[in-house]
């Protein structure tokens, strides 16, 4: 990617400075990767808390996934509480999702795919029909112990607005990116706040803040002193 090592700076300080919020935040794992991959389809589509409503009530109403495989899209979409096109994509690629696992497994897991190796692993998932990058990344990430970092379209959106990415890097210039500047046991955490960044639910104390502009405001001492004094 153009000009890595300044942007590289950049991501970097603007991680510590968010990792100030947001350091005891737990790692997600799914033991099946199916689990990681249903939850990773409706995560790319929905911001975070939401996407967590949805997923517990497709929990709660679906027996299990062999249901939710044959459930009909009006039902699926009733249960999400949304009728939008984005919602029927979703839909649709869960159950030709789980269709295909099902058809080529044999079964509703791919709890097997955790004795292969992580590149093996990998390329299971992307072969699947339905599976997005995002999704892949996802379940790489938190079902078969790679270093990935997923990234929905408002991730994407928010670096390059902040400038912590060209704005013409490819998609593989991107994610290469990402994984050489941030290392593998910090991928969850990186993922976590980055997200919450993007989707502006990062805390107050850090929303909208980077590294370079708390750099800017310890220049403005004496700006600050007027306004302490004119509190006094």
């Keep these: 990617m153009k000009n890595s090592k300044e942007y590289g700076a950049k991501l970097k300080k603007v991680f510590q400075s968010w990792k100030r919020q947001g350091s005891d935040c737990e790692p997600v794992t799914y033991e099946d990767p199916i689990e990681a991959l249903v939850v990773g389809l409706i995560s790319e589509m929905y911001p975070e808390a939401e996407a967590k409503k949805i997923y517990k009530r497709i929990q709660s109403h679906f027996v299990d996934l062999n249901d939710l495989r044959v459930a009909r899209s009006e039902e699926i979409l009733e249960v999400m509480g949304d009728h939008s096109p984005q919602a029927q994509t979703a839909a649709q690629t869960l159950t030709r999702m789980l269709n295909q696992i099902c058809d080529r497994y044999d079964a509703l897991s791919l709890i097997s795919l955790r004795n292969l190796g992580k590149r ?38 928010y670096l390059i607005r902040e400038e912590m990415i060209h704005p013409e890097a490819t998609e593989e210039e991107i994610h290469g990116f990402l994984e050489r500047q941030i290392a593998a046991a910090d991928g969850w955490l990186f993922y976590s706040l980055l997200r919450a960044a993007a989707e502006g639910t990062l805390s107050s104390a850090e929303k909208g803040r980077s590294a370079d502009s708390d750099a800017k405001n310890k220049k403005k001492p004496k700006q600050s002193k007027r306004k302490d004094s004119a509190k006094k």
């Design 120 to 157: 093996q692993g990998r390329k299971a998932v992307e072969d699947i029909e339905g599976v997005t990058r995002f999704a892949a990344d996802y379940c790489f990430l938190t079902a078969l112990g790679g270093h990935a970092i997923p990234l929905t379209g408002k991730m994407k959106e």
